[in-house]
């Protein structure tokens, strides 16, 4: 399994996190991944084998070869029907909003065609540069072409949705929105509204995901760290509401996500992200 990030462009570099690959020989007879919330938007491009989504334990849906999946808040199984070849940019959970002028949650947890969101015609030709480039360098320049085209229109990151966001990832999480804005209503239904719009879930929704990634990462690069020690350091109030807050957005408890053959994927790219 070959996972690589990749740093974009630096006029993309504020909405754009990374760009990443993903590869799986056909062979290996991968089992279904589950998919964890992480607050961001992503980009695909499917250059292998389809690959389905499950929505409920025996059916799915084969997703679209060329898509955004927006902000996930749930967790979903995902399972390659063959070889994997996976192309993607993954923007920042305020980014991909400055791109389209559909509100965000009406993205949320669903695939949503390119053709749908941008000029159907501009995306059949950066399907065919993303499918016919020769390296994974050609198709970062390909997309990011395509994406400062569009920034060319419109070029706004609320100061009040991004400050809130670099306040909860510098923190983990842990920032108040209370702390943030200073207890200052006005500004906090202003918020609300912008980061249902931008973002596709609320300040404390999205605080809560950013904790538990931070959790995640703590567990993933120190697998004999107890779980009373991730707690503490990730800044939950007890193991207990550490280990509910797990279930919720993974499904499982902690020690099981370590061990499933099913959290394989997630555990590769949350280790490294």
Not at 39 to 53: A, K, T
Not at 165 to 174: C, M, R, V
Not at 179 to 184: A, F, G, P, V
Request: proline share 5%; charged share 25%; hydrophobic share 40%.
């Amino acid at each position: 399994m070959n996972y690589q990030t990749f740093l974009p462009h630096p006029d993309l570099a504020a909405i754009v996190k990374c760009h990443w690959i993903l590869e799986v020989p056909g062979d290996l007879g991968a089992p279904k991944q589950q998919v964890v919330p992480d607050g961001y938007v992503e980009m695909y491009f499917i250059l292998g084998n389809d690959v389905q989504r499950f929505t409920s334990e025996t059916e799915f849906i084969i997703q679209p070869r060329t898509m955004v999946f927006g902000p996930v808040t749930k967790p979903y199984y995902v399972q390659p029907t063959g070889e994997v070849d996976t192309f993607a940019v993954r923007f920042y959970p305020y980014g991909f909003a400055n791109l389209i002028s559909q509100p965000i949650h009406e993205l949320a947890d669903k695939e949503t065609p390119l053709t749908a969101l941008f000029e159907e015609s501009s995306i059949k030709k950066l399907e065919q540069q993303i499918i016919k480039a020769a390296s994974t360098q050609a198709r970062i320049e390909a997309v990011e072409s395509f994406l400062l085209a569009k920034l060319k229109d419109q070029w706004v990151i609320d100061n009040i949705v991004k400050s809130t966001i670099d306040a909860l990832s510098k923190t983990k999480g842990n920032a108040s929105i209370h702390s943030i804005l200073k207890d200052d209503p006005s500004k906090r239904r202003n918020l609300e509204r912008k980061f249902s719009k931008q973002v596709g879930m609320s300040p404390k929704q999205l605080g809560r995901i950013i904790r538990l990634q931070a959790a995640l990462k703590l567990m993933l690069n120190n697998k004999d760290k107890k779980l009373t020690e991730v707690a503490y350091e990730s800044e939950y109030y007890d193991q207990a509401h550490f280990i509910k807050d797990f279930k919720e957005f993974t499904g499982t408890n902690p020690r099981e996500f370590l061990s499933d053959d099913q959290m394989m994927l997630s555990s590769l790219i949350y280790a490294k992200d």
